[in-house]
């Protein structure tokens, strides 16, 4: 494929298809962070590739499973600290500002989106966000470094202060139920877009992967920015297999002239 600039006649596509939505949707997946140095979960040296999951019923029921996830917690092994947003994360967010993009989806849990500068009322976290825990029963928040001088000393994490209820790192795991309310509102905010743009994503995880085409029933024009082809290539209007960085950057600059 040519250079990502605004030579190349799909950033040109990419690039008249947002001039003219008045309603676009951005849904992340974990190809928008790997541009970041964050690896994805289930590529050859993925997360998953060194370390199983932990299933959420595990979690719950297994005293043994809470000190291995709390352990993987503190000790790093799936650390995000020192992670920039790249410059895909930035000209999203610039668009929200602009009033270009009404929502951004994303199965991420790295609060990147965040650190760019878009603000949370914009920003609908399907999978839960890494950089706090939350109580599974009232959902009160705690940080996690107010957590880590207990866990060093005990190798336990304390129930809620609130309720008594379990702990957990706020993403949602395998086995857990999906939250509710950002589903809803992930579905009617692609249900009301004009434009839904796919970016790194394998849109083979449901109901997340529906959402493309929940947009797509009402109405909208979907793109799909991936770098390896998806199982909703043939029901996008435009397909890039490319960088999202240098794609979306290349896009800006065709809007700005």
């Not at 790997?34 to 060194?50: N, Q, Y």
């Not at 009033?99 to 976290?125: F, K, M, P, Y």
């Amino acid at each position: 494929m040519r250079g990502m600039d605004g030579s190349n006649p799909v950033v040109s596509e990419l690039a008249r298809q947002l001039a003219a939505a008045q309603r676009v949707v951005a849904f992340t997946g974990a190809g928008m962070s790997t541009e970041s140095g964050i690896p994805d979960f289930r590529s050859p040296g993925g997360i998953w590739s060194r370390m199983q999951p932990i299933q959420f019923q595990d979690f719950v029921r297994s005293a043994e499973a809470q000190r291995e996830s709390w352990r993987r917690v503190f000790d790093g092994e799936r650390d995000l600290s020192g992670k920039q947003p790249n410059i895909g994360h930035e000209v999203l967010a610039r668009w929200v500002k602009a009033g270009r993009i009404s929502h951004i989806i994303t199965q991420n849990v790295d609060n990147l989106h965040q650190a760019s500068g878009v603000a949370d009322e914009h920003i609908i976290e399907l999978h839960g966000n890494a950089g706090y825990v939350s109580c599974l029963e009232c959902h009160q928040r705690y940080e996690i470094e107010d957590l880590r001088p207990e866990y060093e000393l005990t190798g336990e994490v304390r129930d809620c202060d609130s309720c008594g209820g379990l702990l957990k790192v706020a993403t949602v795991s395998f086995g857990q139920p999906m939250p509710d309310a950002e589903m809803a509102r992930a579905e009617r905010a692609a249900q009301d877009c004009d434009l839904f743009l796919s970016m790194g994503s394998s849109l083979q995880v449901y109901p997340a992967a529906g959402l493309p085409q929940a947009a797509r029933a009402g109405g909208a024009r979907l793109v799909i920015i991936n770098r390896e082809a998806t199982p909703l290539d043939s029901l996008a209007d435009l397909v890039i297999h490319a960088e999202i960085g240098a794609t979306l950057a290349a896009a800006q600059q065709l809007l700005d002239a």
